[in-house]
């Protein structure tokens, strides 16, 4: 007689557990960024920032490119920042130009971090002569002086736009990374996963990617925002000199413009101090960020909140009892 063969409507053991995983991942960074000052503020700023550039039109009504008649205007109710050189508004230019600042970032960013992550990782974990040319090259890149290359590299590419500025820094910025995580790699060689995995027989580029990178994720976020930040401040060190598309609109081709028909000393201010703020805002948002995953990835850089400071203090005191009881015993 065959027995009936039941089923339950009970989930398996494992099923959910990556789910709750991630959850609970993106709670504990939630809560890390919640209550660490500098994440709470250089996320806010950010999120300002992609708002914008996601939505310009929500906040400046002008078209950027739009010539008037209203030229080297103060500012008004109808130009809140007042207008340039040819009529144009400036508050919709720092508008439409906070789009091009962040594709250039985030590019940059991504870029140079992945081709830093290929040749410092590939040039530690396959030694040989294949680290002794990766590692020459990366030490020539780190001699050589980075504005002065960029400025000799953008001045024989006139009009540069945003995708030869991407190309331009991503080729110039990624040594600094490379090396750092070339001696992150350098300390994992003879971690046991990665005899394991050569025993194995597993091919390099599947050591260097499924093995080693995946142990080096805090450092490649912290890679990725220090190079956004290099994009930004350098991108817009060159557009400012005029080594740019100077008919692009952003934050350094407006302080290119404003510099060229001397705003400060036309008592057009906005014109020259609000692009600059933005761009130190920027700067600030990323390296707050980084220095808050700094914090969290890293005990020894939390701050001490007094409640921890009281903790510490009456620990120290019951040790420091018990201790005198011992003696006295």
């Not at 001045?155 to 945003?162: D, M, V």
Request: glycine share 8%.
């Amino acid at each position: 007689m065959a027995i009936p063969v039941t089923t339950t409507a009970l989930p398996e053991p494992s099923a959910g557990l990556g789910l709750t995983g991630r959850r609970g991942a993106l709670r504990r960074i939630t809560k890390a960024i919640r209550t660490n000052r500098k994440a709470t503020i250089g996320v806010v700023l950010m999120a300002i920032f992609i708002f914008v550039a996601l939505f310009p039109g929500l906040f400046a009504h002008q078209n950027p490119d739009l010539v008037t008649t209203q030229v080297l205007a103060h500012p008004s109710a109808a130009h809140w920042l007042g207008t340039d050189n040819l009529g144009r508004d400036v508050y919709a230019q720092v508008i439409d130009g906070t789009r091009n600042v962040l594709i250039l970032a985030i590019a940059v960013g991504l870029l140079t971090t992945v081709v830093a992550m290929l040749i410092g990782v590939a040039a530690a974990y396959l030694g040989g002569l294949s680290d002794s040319v990766l590692n020459f090259v990366t030490d020539v890149l780190l001699v050589i002086p980075i504005f002065p290359l960029l400025i000799i590299i953008a001045a024989y590419l006139p009009n540069a736009g945003n995708n030869v500025l991407i190309l331009v820094l991503t080729f110039t910025g990624w040594s600094y990374t490379a090396r750092q995580l070339r001696s992150q790699a350098q300390s994992l060689r003879s971690r046991d996963f990665l005899l394991s995995a050569r025993v194995r027989g597993e091919r390099s580029l599947y050591v260097i990617i499924v093995e080693i990178l995946p142990t080096m994720t805090s450092l490649l976020l912290a890679s990725f925002l220090n190079n956004a930040l290099y994009a930004v401040l350098a991108g817009s060190g060159l557009q400012f000199i005029g080594l740019g598309n100077s008919n692009n609109v952003s934050w350094g081709t407006t302080l290119y413009w404003a510099q060229q028909n001397n705003a400060l000393g036309s008592g057009l201010y906005a014109w020259a101090i609000v692009p600059g703020a933005c761009i130190a805002l920027l700067g600030v948002a990323f390296a707050f960020i980084n220095y808050a995953f700094d914090e969290i990835g890293n005990p020894a850089l939390r701050p001490l909140t007094a409640a921890k400071v009281r903790k510490a203090a009456e620990a120290s005191t019951k040790r420091r009892l018990a201790g005198h009881g011992a003696r006295a015993r």
